[in-house]
């Protein structure tokens, strides 16, 4: 993509994100998303296999999984900022980062729905590493939904419990997050996940979650003050 053809893209458009070397993410007159993807370093793996593709790739295998998602439009490289970019239409819905604050917490109903959709990515094979609230979105259907999903792999099997673990403990980053998570009690997800991935309530993994929640808790609470 020449200067010229970045600049009539983003002529009009809605900075939504920006960093400390500039915009990131606008939202185009046509109601598209443009994402550009900054390289964390020099010797970075993104420069053998730029974010861009990953993020379209993944696109690609969320929709074979039947996983709401990002529709792509292309992805390109911004000739003379040395920057990939993608392209893509946006999920219609809200945050549940959004609604948890625009709601002072997130209803049982919905916790309980995001506790299945985490069992069904782990059956899947998927491990999300961008996994927060600000990442996944309730539809206007009401189902559920990624974006930001440049950061994922996927196997051909469920995830191990290790890799459940960890994955569960990205969801545990902001100490905001966890307390939407545990407004109707401080075990409703922990246990309607391990119900919806088929795992007794009486199996140790469930107090090594609740362990884990904890330990991210306390952390958070110690680090703010």
């Not at 007159?29 to 900054?38: C, V, Y």
């Not at 189902?143 to 930001?148: A, Q, T």
Request: hydrophobic share 40%; net charge neutral.
């Amino acid at each position: 993509m020449s200067q010229e053809e970045y600049e009539a893209m983003i002529h009009g458009a809605e900075v939504l994100q920006e960093d400390k070397i500039g915009p990131k993410v606008f939202e185009l007159p046509d109601g598209s998303i443009l994402k550009l993807f900054t390289p964390r370093s020099l010797f970075s793996s993104a420069t053998l296999y730029p974010y861009a593709k990953r993020f379209a790739r993944n696109a690609q295998k969320l929709h074979a999984c039947n996983v709401p998602t990002v529709e792509m439009i292309d992805t390109a490289l911004i000739s003379h900022r040395k920057l990939h970019c993608v392209r893509y239409q946006p999920l219609a819905g809200s945050t549940l980062r959004s609604l948890g604050k625009e709601n002072d917490g997130l209803s049982e109903e919905v916790i309980l729905r995001f506790a299945e959709f985490v069992a069904g990515l782990h059956a899947k094979g998927i491990y999300f590493r961008s996994f927060h609230l600000g990442n996944v979105i309730v539809m206007d259907d009401g189902r559920l939904g990624l974006i930001d999903i440049a950061d994922l792999w996927t196997r051909n099997r469920p995830l191990t419990r290790k890799e459940r673990v960890r994955n569960i403990a990205r969801i545990y980053r902001f100490s905001d997050e966890i307390s939407m998570l545990r407004a109707h009690g401080e075990t409703l997800f922990i246990d309607a996940y391990l119900e919806n991935a088929g795992i007794s309530l009486d199996d140790p993994l469930r107090k090594i979650l609740q362990l884990q929640q904890e330990v991210h808790l306390k952390t958070q609470r110690i680090n703010h003050d």
